[in-house]
């Protein structure tokens, strides 16, 4: 059963291989296992230490007591304990690092999507963009249309749509949105 599923895995990986060499196989490894292997890992940590810290607290004594119920060196107790504190802080760098790197599109009006659904589609539709706020439609936009324009600076003004052809669902929407000029008829 294992064998299969790494057989599943790799088959994706090597077209990657052929274009990109082992650096793209390894890129998409670490993107798709490892980093959320890691990512769950260390939640699954920052529970273990939150329950741990709930039982036998948090003072100068709670590691050993934690080493002496558990049977455990006192420093992976210390370390166990400290990792809720760890995983937030990891978590709010990760958060501040995300706001400060990636731009976020929204809709400029109401989608009928929720707000979180409508902003990943319309961020993966102007991702690789650049975006000009605030920039108008010099041709008209169909009121339907209107809340998913974006004016690029290479393409112009634009609507976010999706291909139904790359579309299935649970894709990555990277895969599916794209940005398309007006001017095409849209």
Known sequence: MLSELETVWLSGLSPL????????????????????AQAELARATAVRSRMLREHFGTGPEAAQRVATALGWEPAKAH?????????????RQGAAHARATVTVHRPTGDTGLPDLMAA???????????????????????DELACWYAFSRDLGACVAV???????PGANPQDYMHLAPVATGV
């Open 17 to 36: 291989s052929t274009l990109h060499g082992p650096r793209g196989a390894d890129v998409e490894v670490n993107h798709f296992l490892l980093i959320p």
């Open 79 to 91: 370390k166990t304990l400290a990792a809720w504190d760890d995983y937030r802080r990891w978590v």
């Open 120 to 142: 990943t589609l319309m961020t993966a539709a102007c991702e690789g963009e650049t975006i000009v706020p605030g920039q108008p439609s010099p041709i008209a936009v169909p």
């Open 162 to 168: 999706a291909d139904e052809a790359t579309f299935t």
